[in-house]
């Protein structure tokens, strides 16, 4: 079986087709739902806001003569990526008659995801030499990460069954295939730290580079089901649910290019993705990014899936979590250069007006980059010394952190070489350091988390300036008049707060106050704004098992959700203290809804 993986890198090259593609088919769809609508109504009584939102309108139900086949079964999976393939092997090797709806055509199944699978306790990964992370510990880190918005049960699901379902989704794998999957920065006999530590915040190592191994994983989920005689229908897109008269979901209609198939179920799993090419989905949604935008900006979806599950949860009554996160594209390194050269470390960030405004070692990447949204228009400028590595490995181990493991630094000081003998102009003189640039900034067998950085960073390096002093730096970098004097007059007070080892302006933690003193000094920019966002990761609100609630927070009999298209799992953004944990939660609860479901038949 063929299908298409989007990786971060080939996401470079395909993302304008497959990404307009995508969001062509949403805008279609709503149109359709819009014009086809015949007695379309509100699936419940919402705010005056809501009932404007037409993705929120159910359309009406298919005509008889309209349906070409009706089928029976007793999990229903709509969706087979990350989550539903998972859900969809579960299910049927937990005994139940399962069938599948896919959007895509056989063989024209893509992939999402750049393979960084994020967990906890595998046999994997205690086979490798990397220590049992402490449930308890990990999962009152998320609810911190996300201000307790998360839902605790289904986190703590999640934590304790996370290590499991890696062992299960690659359990057809060799010893040396096993071998030969890198984790992020884990080192031969390490005997570093396995959970860092900054403002509270804490993060691991656990990301399994599952590469090329992600797809025939999934495919061999479908194989499973398909052999205790499960039903796959490519190319049928979920259109509705249908319910009975006390709102028990009790299966659901597939459109096709013919017509629609009906299947009875007795469970459905919604495990249709995110929203992200749905623009009215991420105007109504995404209120937050939407709300600091400065004028003229919008929320640009890279990449990502129409919303069309979440819409037929919510036509059912369900509730979609207000908090709806994306993963990058809100606090993600606010700038038109979204990558930052040096991942997660910790430098001096100064603003337009040549301000420090944040503690920058603040937890993780989107944590970190929070303040910057909010400072003045204008570009936002990195800074650092010579002396960059000692910061580097103080990084925490999360998502965009530079995984000092397995990436060859020869390449960021070949740009920094360049950027001083580039003088005013910095490393943008040198041509050969573009594919350089891209060790750095790659996610693939660098072991690199840059997720769309890696990707727009290839495009766009950043042009990285270095001088002997801070005053040249700072008119590099484009300060003048005032905003220079400021410039380096924060230089100055940031390593005078460095000689105290006590940040008294933002709290940073104190093994990060590492004065600029060993010249050159370099800089590199981006202009703020919030960047594009890769996928969505709110939706319908679920039970700690994945059952999807209705308006008064109660469990609609027969519905479930799994993955990107449910909600109370990441707060405002996608924050985690491994990189790659919105894989690892897709087909973890994937699995273990999969089960659940299969247990209800
Ligand atoms: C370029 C890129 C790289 C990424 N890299 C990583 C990474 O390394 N690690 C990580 O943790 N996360 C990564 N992510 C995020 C990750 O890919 C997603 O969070 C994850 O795929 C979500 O899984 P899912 O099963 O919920 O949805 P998806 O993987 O999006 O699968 C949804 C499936 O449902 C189908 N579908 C949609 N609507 C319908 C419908 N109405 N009827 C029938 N079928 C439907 C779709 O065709 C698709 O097959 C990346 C994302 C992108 C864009």
Wanted: some cysteine; overall charge negative; hydrophobic content about 35%.
């Amino acid at each position: 079986m063929s299908s298409n993986v989007i990786t971060r890198r080939g996401f470079l090259v395909g993302a304008g087709t497959i990404s307009a593609a995508i969001a062509m088919s949403a805008d279609a769809a709503i149109a359709a739902e819009r014009s086809s609508t015949k007695e379309g109504k509100p699936a419940s009584k919402g705010s005056v806001e809501q009932e404007a939102s037409s993705w929120r309108i159910a359309p009406a139900d298919p005509d008889d003569d309209d349906v070409i086949e009706t089928y029976d079964c007793d999990v229903l999976v709509i969706g087979l990526g990350q989550a539903g393939s998972c859900a969809l092997r579960a299910a049927a090797e937990a005994g139940a008659r399962v069938a599948a709806f896919e959007a895509a055509e056989e063989g024209n199944r893509v992939i999402m995801g750049g393979g960084q699978v994020g967990h906890i306790n595998s046999q994997f990964l205690a086979e490798r030499g990397v220590p049992k992370v402490d449930v308890v510990e990990f999962m009152n880190d998320w609810q911190v990460r996300s201000n307790n918005r998360s839902n605790p049960g289904l986190i703590m699901n999640y934590a304790k069954n996370c290590g499991a379902c890696f062992d299960w989704l690659f359990d057809q794998l060799t010893d040396d295939d096993k071998k030969s999957m890198q984790i992020r920065c884990l080192t031969d006999g390490m005997t570093g730290p396995f959970m860092k530590e900054l403002s509270g915040i804490k993060s691991w190592i656990g990301t399994a580079m599952t590469g090329d191994f992600i797809e025939p994983a999934l495919d061999h989920c479908l194989d499973v089901a398909k052999s205790e005689g499960g039903r796959i229908f490519w190319g049928t897109k979920g259109y509705k649910l249908i319910q009975g008269g006390d709102g028990t979901v009790t299966g659901v209609w597939g459109k096709t290019d013919d017509g629609f198939v009906r299947v009875n179920a007795a469970q459905t799993i919604l495990a249709t993705g995110g929203y992200g090419a749905n623009e009215q989905m991420r105007n109504d949604l995404l209120w937050e990014i939407n709300q600091l935008q400065e004028p003229g900006q919008t929320s640009k979806a890279m990449m990502d899936q129409d919303g069309s599950g979440i819409c037929m949860g919510v036509w059912a009554g369900g509730r979609v979590d207000p908090c709806s996160g994306t993963m990058d594209g809100g606090y993600w390194y606010p700038t038109d250069k979204p990558v930052d050269l040096l991942g997660a470390t910790a430098a001096l960030w100064i603003n337009a007006d040549g301000k420090r405004y944040s503690n920058e070692g603040f937890g993780s990447t989107e944590l970190q980059a929070m303040p910057g949204v909010k400072q003045p228009s204008g570009d936002i400028c990195t800074v650092f010394d010579s002396d960059i590595e000692t910061l580097l490995a103080a990084q925490p181990y999360g998502h965009m952190a530079l995984d000092m493991a397995n990436t060859d630094l020869a390449s960021l000081h070949a740009t920094m070489d360049a950027a001083y003998a580039g003088g005013e102009n910095g490393s943008a003189g040198n041509t050969e350091l573009d594919s350089s640039n891209n060790d750095i900034t790659d996610d693939g067998a660098s072991g690199n988390d840059n997720a769309a950085g890696g990707i727009v960073a290839s495009m766009t390096p950043p042009t990285v300036y270095a001088a002997d002093d801070f005053e040249t730096l700072g008119s590099y970098l484009g300060y003048e008049g005032e905003s220079l004097d400021t410039f380096v007059k924060t230089i100055e007070h940031y390593n005078e707060l460095c000689a105290q080892d006590k940040d008294t302006d933002f709290g940073k933690d104190p093994s990060l106050m590492i004065g600029l003193t060993k010249p050159p000094y370099y800089g590199y920019k981006g202009t703020k704004q919030i960047g594009a966002l890769m996928v969505t990761v709110g939706g319908l609100l679920i039970d700690a098992d994945g059952r999807v609630l209705d308006q008064k927070y109660n469990a609609i009999p027969g519905l479930w959700a799994a993955g990107n298209a449910s909600g109370g799992r990441f707060g405002w953004q996608y924050f985690t203290s491994i990189a790659g944990q919105s894989l690892s939660m897709a087909q973890t609860m994937g699995m273990v809804t999969g089960k659940a479901a299969a247990a209800q038949k």
